[in-house]
């Protein structure tokens, strides 16, 4: 374990700059740049408003502050596994001609996309400002969920990054199973009839929606709940272990196949 905390403090560097590689690839075409970070998910709010309550009569309290939540920790999950999915393959050449550690790249893919997560976190606030919605002490309680969602992003980027050097179609496929899991996490609808049905599993089972669920709760006043912090924790640690130990058992084939 100290050889392992060794090593990742003697890259630590490395990683920083990583960091800000991607951060700066991501908007390197883009006009607005990093201003885009906070646009993207204000006009994806503004549009999503109009949709549900305007067109189709959507009744949520709060429903801009309850779909940008939403929408702001699927969007860091779905970037951030997407970008980690890719890291192995994306910097093949500097892998073939320099030792470092290979699990600094997917963390560095994780961890740029939670950077541009926090900064769109100042959208949420706006948007909880003009709602009029009072901040309580719950609102300390938001820090759990996102913890958590930075865990199962990890842990789900390490299982795919491995997964994509040996099979090229990972990245179309999981972009299918992105989309089951954003309609079942209640990003825009309200959860509460599917709870109370047959179908509440669909739901349940879903770590992400109990993420979602406990931070919509912190930001808008009302307790946690338990269930889902403790579902949600403990499939995002379990799949935290199975990928670091996917990633650590395959590595060394890494090069053979990109």
Known sequence: MKRIFSNFNKYRYLLGELVKKDIKLKYRNSVLGLLWTLLEPLLTMIVLTIVFTTLMGHDTPNFP???????????????????????????????RKVYVPKYIYPLASTLSGFVTFMIS????????????????????????PMLTLLILTVGTGFILATLGVFFRDTEYLWGVI???????????????????????????????FGIIQNFRNAILGQ??????????ATFSVVVLIVGVFMFYKKQDKFVLYI
């Open 178 to 208: 992105l989309m089951l899991i954003m309609y079942a996490s209640a990003i825009f609808y309200n959860p509460s009839k599917i709870l109370a049905s047959n179908n509440a599993w669909i739901l349940k089972y879903n770590p992400l």
């Open 65 to 95: 502050v309850f779909v940008l939540c939403g929408r702001l920790l699927y969007s860091y999950f779905s970037n951030g596994t997407k970008l980690a999915l890719k890291s192995i393959r994306r910097n093949s050449a500097m892998i």
């Open 121 to 144: 976190l100042s959208v949420l606030v706006v948007v909880a400002v003009v709602q009029n919605i009072k901040p309580t002490w719950h609102i300390f309680e938001a820090i759990i």
């Open 223 to 232: 307790p946690m709940n338990t269930k889902y912090f403790l579902y949600s």
